[in-house]
């Protein structure tokens, strides 16, 4: 599923044998409940950086961090978030709008905290997204001590007076751009006298991203053989096929230590790549038959490819260390927080009526689960699982917790899955694979949906 703006659209069991300094703050981090505001204040800063290796392409840049609350005054000013940062159309929103709706609050440009380095996690947009659709992934992750860099592309068809390039083109820049903004920042953290100076620790570094910016984080994590062999969907949307210089391939980033894909287009990658993902994942989306319901929207009912775009890599990447979490009653936008930005932005005057209305259509707003509910129970699982696989010490009981099926039943509103292997018949099981549509079922499905993939 691809983003359309335009077409439809705890008790820690170790024991320390002295007391020291390490020990009382690890016992302090392992009481943080990951489903509640973390202990830092939250710096933002954001920017825009020409990619020298992509003909100087601009990417835009909003990087949520750790901050002190010690040395926030009351004439420290709040973040403020662009909307539009490649051609300012229109204004940028400060975080007091957004606080007014429930959002953390933010900062803009505070020191960093001075207990980083901290843990980095890259973030990739999805198709015709704006960076600011994150803000409640990348603030409450900062407040959890992690820095969060949510990557915007330039001319991605982001608002209607932008330009949008063909899908195979898009997928190129995302694979291009955020390997050099991964650069660009653990340059800045490790350069004198700049804001994100020591911040990062370049030993554990993540990657997610939303819908075609989960096709990024999964391509970079494991390699994509080529970008533009997945043909099936710029046909049926009407983008040219194989644009040239798009089939290429997309080479896997080694500084990547674990994975976290939002309602990620993993079918644009083929399963035995998708069985290279060598990383910790955390694979968050929609239920199965949330997406059956997409493919039957958008005329492709029973190609079982979008049906099965957590199942399938789940599967394929097949470690003890990966989790598939799907939510009940999410659709694809509920991942982000673009439809309360519409309302801030409507009310703002910044939205003539006939535009708000056609914004909220086709991002389909509301979903059924209130999309604060999808944003603390994503943030609640991305919390436990980054901590577990980058930040081990004193943490490891409270947040493990989270990561179990009896957490989802207890919790509600998710389904949670430490495996797909299960015992359903298989055609051929060198093409075929098994999946749990649910807890407890079984079911069987191709590897490669039949027609889906081809090389030019």
């Known amino acids: ?37 973390g202990p830092h204040a939250v710096g933002h800063t954001s920017y825009v950086v020409a990619n020298s290796e992509a003909q100087n ?36 929103l400060a975080s007091e709008l957004w606080e007014s709706l429930g959002y ?53 068809g982001q608002w209607p007076w ?48 939303h819908s075609l910016g989960g096709y990024a984080a999964y391509a970079l994590t494991a390699g994509d053989d080529s970008i533009c062999d ?16 798009t089939c290429v391939p997309a080479a896997a980033d080694p500084r990547i230590k674990a994975l976290v894909p939002l309602d990620a287009a993993s079918y644009m990658m083929k399963y035995e790549e998708l069985a290279r993902v060598h990383v910790p994942s955390l694979l968050l989306g929609e239920t199965v038959e949330a997406l059956e319901a997409f493919e039957d929207i958008i005329g492709v009912g029973g190609t079982g490819i979008f049906k099965l775009w957590d199942a399938r890599p789940h599967d394929a990447i ?14 694809h936008f509920s991942y982000m927080n673009a439809c309360d930005g519409f309302d801030l932005m409507y009310k703002e005057g910044l939205l003539s009526s006939a ?26 699982y991305t919390v436990a699982f980054l901590n577990t696989q980058l930040r081990k010490a004193g943490r490891s009981y409270r947040d493990k917790s989270v990561l179990t099926k009896h957490y989802a039943k207890t919790h509600g509103n998710v389904q949670f899955f430490n ?14 694979f098994t999946y749990q549509p649910h807890p407890h079922d079984c079911a069987a499905a191709q590897k490669d949906p039949a027609g889906w993939f081809a090389n030019p």
């Open 57 to 92: 392409r601009q990417v835009a840049v909003s990087v949520f961090y750790p901050a002190d609350a010690g040395n926030i005054t009351s004439s420290t000013p709040r973040a403020m978030y662009p909307v539009d940062p490649f051609d300012h159309v229109l204004p940028p």
């Open 162 to 209: 932008l330009p949008s390039d063909s899908l195979s083109v898009e997928m190129l820049k995302r694979t291009q751009d955020i390997p050099f903004v991964l650069t660009d920042l653990l340059a800045e953290s490790g350069a004198a006298g700049g804001l994100l100076k020591n911040t990062i620790d370049d030993t554990k570094i993540a990657i997610g991203g």
């Open 104 to 156: 953390d609050r933010a900062y803009e440009g505070p020191a960093p905290a001075s207990d980083g380095p901290f843990p980095l996690l890259m973030m990739s947009a999805a198709w015709q997204a704006n960076a600011w659709m994150y803000i409640y992934f990348g603030a409450r992750l900062a407040s959890h001590g992690y820095v969060v860099a949510v990557v915007e592309e330039f001319n991605d």
């Open 1 to 37: 599923m691809l983003l359309f703006s335009r077409t439809l659209l705890a008790f820690s069991s170790i024991v320390f044998v002295a007391v020291c300094p390490f020990q009382a703050h690890a016992k302090r981090l392992s009481s943080i409940d990951p489903s509640q505001l």
């Open 230 to 245: 997945a043909t099936f969907i710029e046909g049926v949307f009407g983008y040219p096929l194989f644009p040239p210089g």
């Open 355 to 380: 535009f708000y209305e056609y914004l909220r259509f086709s991002y389909l707003c509301p979903a059924d689960l209130p999309d604060a509910v999808t944003h603390e129970i994503v943030t609640t």
């Open 419 to 432: 495996r797909e292997r299960c015992h359903a018949a298989r055609p051929d099981k060198k093409s075929y």
């Open 318 to 331: 097949d470690r003890r260390d990966s989790y598939r979490v799907d939510i009940v009653g999410t659709n």
